[in-house]
């Protein structure tokens, strides 16, 4: 798909010949068009053909930072992104067990195994951060 898209944006970025012509009506108003509409009007499409191209080496090598050919260590990053971390996996599970244990009434024991008192809106705050750690650190 990325090569599809950057051979598109490269056929769109071909010079399409065209020629510019510019004349003055009867008010003395300036005008521009592709057509030439009367015999005074005046060929200016080589004045205007390099406007707005940039040939610097710098541009140049900018754009070959944007669209430069993938390697091998490119596609190795890939496949190793696409390969969920068993460590990550792991946390995550146990952090889904965490959660489907604290969820609904429970009762919270501290380091010796004695209970907790930690009132229900706290639990409720609890649980949450531990779902939107979940969302955000967790593969689907």
């Known amino acids: ?17 065209a020629e510019v012509y510019r004349w003055t009506d009867a008010n003395g108003k300036v005008h521009f068009g592709d057509k030439k509409p009367a015999e005074a009007a005046e060929n200016i499409t080589e004045k205007v053909k390099t406007t707005n191209l940039d040939t610097s080496a710098s541009e140049h090598q900018k754009l070959e930072t944007l669209f430069r050919k993938e390697n091998e260590a490119d596609r190795e990053y890939q496949r ?40 229900e809106a706290e639990r409720n705050q609890h649980a949450q951060q531990m779902q939107q750690l979940i969302k955000e650190n967790c593969p689907n």
């Not at 792991?90 to 009762?107: M, P, W």
Request: glycine share 6%.
């Open 80 to 119: 190793q992104q696409a390969k969920p971390d068993p460590e990550l996996l792991q946390r995550c599970a146990e952090a889904k067990n965490y959660l489907s244990r604290i969820s609904g009434r429970v009762q919270f024991l501290d380091e010796q195994g004695k209970p907790v008192n930690i009132s």
């Open 1 to 17: 798909m990325e090569k599809f898209i950057v051979g598109l944006a490269l056929i769109l970025c071909l010079p399409i010949h």
